[in-house]
């Protein structure tokens, strides 16, 4: 007779966010995956401006009445230029979602040192931590810029950002997150990183629909499971010219299903450089497939996603976080 094997030891992760609409759908799923242990959620200026994000936090926290999870504010702006914000997600960020005010505060601990006290305690047991960007990259590449000598602790890097095969969601060439701090961005692919993009071309093709959308019924007011039928019955571009269809696009929360289910997605390699200078394409990502620029692929670009497998589990992760509440 064979011993049982032993469950895997979650994967350890800061959730570094501007929620957004899709932000909080991601923090849902990592909350009710016990692959994920979230450490932290740090906040960025990004779909709204910083307070509101870090407030929107911690509003989803109580929502899965997981407080025990530190929320530590970040950048308030880019790294060069003026802060700029989503377009879909509402004044208050969460779209036609409303929560109540949440009773707890966030730490007073910037976002970039408790990401670096992290790593540190992660570097000092031998263990490594994952880090999931649903915003802009500034906290990031300030945290490689600081201490570069814990980078060593990052096990992977998994962010949405980017559009490659497809055009920008903010200008014609740039996808909102990359524009809104491509020096960031810069910075973060410089870094030597394991590195998972998952750009418009990965998100578009997880697209709501009505019969997705039904995944979500059924759940009872206050519930995480209620709150995301919400929010999604909300997600809606209005726009089948552009996305073929009715519907809206699942950005954030594909990163931290990547980490769950990769079999749910393909990557290519390629060497991604950023645009930061020219006024047309300013933050637009370019990808070198075919390795004609002579560089060394720095990442994994997701470009196909089955997209009923991730409702699938996205709703069945939630779904279970809504009854352990």
Not at 209 to 218: C, D, L, M, N, T
């Amino acid at each position: 007779m064979t011993a049982e094997a032993k469950p895997s030891k979650p994967k350890s992760i800061i959730i570094d966010c501007d929620p957004g609409v899709d932000d909080a759908l991601a923090i849902l799923f990592a909350l009710g995956s016990p692959e994920l242990d979230v450490k932290a959620i740090t906040t960025v200026c990004g779909n709204v401006p910083l307070e509101v994000c870090t407030k929107n936090a911690l509003k989803i926290l109580e929502l899965a009445k997981r407080t025990d999870v530190p929320v530590h504010p970040g950048c308030d702006g880019p790294m060069i230029g003026e802060a700029i914000f989503g377009k879909f997600h509402g004044a208050g960020g969460l779209g036609n979602l409303v929560l109540p005010d949440p009773v707890a505060l966030p730490s007073e601990q910037h976002a970039v040192d408790k990401m670096a006290e992290l790593l540190k305690v992660a570097k000092g047991n031998n263990e490594k931590l994952t880090v999931c960007t649903l915003g802009p990259m500034t906290n990031l590449a300030l945290l490689i810029k600081l201490h570069p000598d814990l980078l060593s602790a990052i096990d992977c890097l998994v962010s949405m950002g980017g559009a490659y095969r497809i055009a920008g969601n903010r200008t014609l060439t740039s996808e909102f997150n990359i524009l809104a701090d491509p020096h960031a961005a810069n910075i973060v692919y410089s870094a030597g990183l394991d590195y998972v993009a998952l750009p418009l071309d990965a998100t578009h093709q997880a697209m709501t629909s009505p019969e997705r959308i039904a995944h979500f019924e059924g759940g009872a007011t206050g519930t995480p499971l209620a709150a995301t039928h919400r929010l999604l019955t909300g997600w809606n571009r209005n726009d089948p010219r552009r996305y073929g269809g009715d519907g809206g696009p699942m950005h954030d929360p594909l990163v931290t299903l990547y980490l769950v289910a990769p079999e749910l997605f393909k990557t290519e390699a390629a060497h991604i450089f950023v645009e930061c200078d020219s006024k047309l394409c300013y933050g637009q990502t370019v990808a070198d497939w075919y390795g004609q620029s002579g560089e060394e692929a720095n990442a994994k670009v997701v470009q196909k996603v089955d997209a009923d497998g991730v409702f699938s589990l996205l709703s069945e992760r939630i779904r279970s976080l809504s009854q352990a509440g």
